[in-house]
């Protein structure tokens, strides 16, 4: 069934466990996400991100996401993940996206929170649940790596004062996590993230999920973290079925097709036993 942020994250909150976004940039992950919630009878958040446009257009995503989430037999919210502009998000909740995530965690702060209000706004009277960031997660490598990325943790008391006035329903921490694959084993700032989940009160997100430690996962999810973000793995999963594929002598797209789904559901199985909402429907 098709649900928004809320009806899957305000559970999760209340009963400890988290919930995984697995981004999908063709039928065969959304089939290997859904598929494998159906098979556990878990929530699980499925879309796309600003930055995964070039390899499938949202209006496209939308087409196949959106009547998938309607059919599943579990919850399922379909998010746009990290939206850097007001007009691709706003494209996206014209499409029938259910939740949207405005990143304004590269302006000023007084921009940041102003440009989310007004999302929140517009979001709020469509049924739609709105992500914000603070701080700033950057990524491990490349344009975005941060050259010190302990400068854009966020901060506690901000982040109160930010969940206030712009009304967001989860908040996405920079606490140690990056996106894309770690170098090194990251560490996690788990007394902030305790920290931040008791002063707001609302679902902690934590991006940069894949490639860290289970006891990682564990660990933030028990102090306030609701949703984690899963994009490398599943990637990482799906190249390698293909592999297998080839190796084993499948020689065309069609025969390719099982080895990739099959090879990310094995991570998307994976990863919602670790977050522990597994067998919550």
Same mark, same amino acid.
């Given at each position: 069934?098709? $649900? ?9 909150? #209340? ?33 796309? %991100? ?6 499938? +257009? ?6 196949? /996401? ?5 059919? !599943?037999?579990?919850?399922?919210? $379909? ?13 996206? /909740? @014209? ?14 702060? #007084? ?5 989310? %209000? +007004?999302?929140? @706004? ?9 992500? =914000? ?8 490598? =490349? ?19 930010? $969940? ?7 908040? %996405?921490?920079?606490?140690? &996590? ?9 560490? /996690? ?8 989940? +008791? ?17 990682? *996962? ?25 592999? @297998?594929?080839? !190796?084993?002598?499948? &020689? ?7 080895? +990739? ?13 670790? *977050?522990?909402?597994? &067998?919550?429907?």
């Amino acid at each position: 069934m098709l $649900v928004n942020m809320n009806d899957i994250l305000l559970p999760a909150k #209340e009963k400890g466990y988290g919930v995984g976004f697995f981004n999908a940039v063709n039928v065969e992950m959304a089939r290997a996400i859904i598929e494998t919630a159906e098979e556990l009878r878990a929530p699980v958040m499925v879309g796309t %991100a600003e930055i995964l446009l070039p390899s499938m +257009e949202l209006e496209r995503v939308s087409e196949y /996401l959106i009547p998938m989430a309607k059919k !599943a037999s579990v919850p399922v919210c $379909v998010h746009y993940d990290h939206g850097l502009t007001f007009e691709r998000c706003m494209e996206a /909740l @014209k499409l029938g996206f259910t939740s949207i995530m405005y990143d304004c965690s590269t302006l000023t702060y #007084e921009e940041n929170v102003g440009k989310v %209000a +007004e999302m929140v @706004k517009i979001c709020h009277t469509m049924g739609v649940t709105v992500e =914000g960031e603070l701080g700033h997660v950057g990524d491990n490598e =490349g344009a975005g790596k941060l050259s010190k990325p302990s400068d854009y943790y966020t901060d506690p008391d901000q982040a109160l004062d930010y $969940v206030t006035r712009t009304g967001i329903d989860s908040l %996405a921490v920079a606490v140690g &996590n990056a996106h894309g694959d770690y170098k090194f084993p990251p560490k /996690l700032d788990f007394d902030r993230i305790r920290i931040i989940s +008791e002063k707001t009160g609302i679902p902690l997100v934590l991006h940069g999920g894949s490639g860290l430690a289970d006891d990682d *996962f564990k660990n933030a999810v028990k102090l306030g973290v609701c949703k984690v973000n899963i994009f490398t793995d599943i990637d990482k999963a799906g190249k390698a079925g293909l592999e @297998k594929g080839m !190796a084993e002598g499948a &020689n065309s797209i069609f025969n390719l097709i099982p080895y +990739e789904i099959e090879a990310m559901k094995g991570v998307v199985r994976e990863k919602i036993r670790l *977050f522990g909402s597994d &067998n919550t429907q």
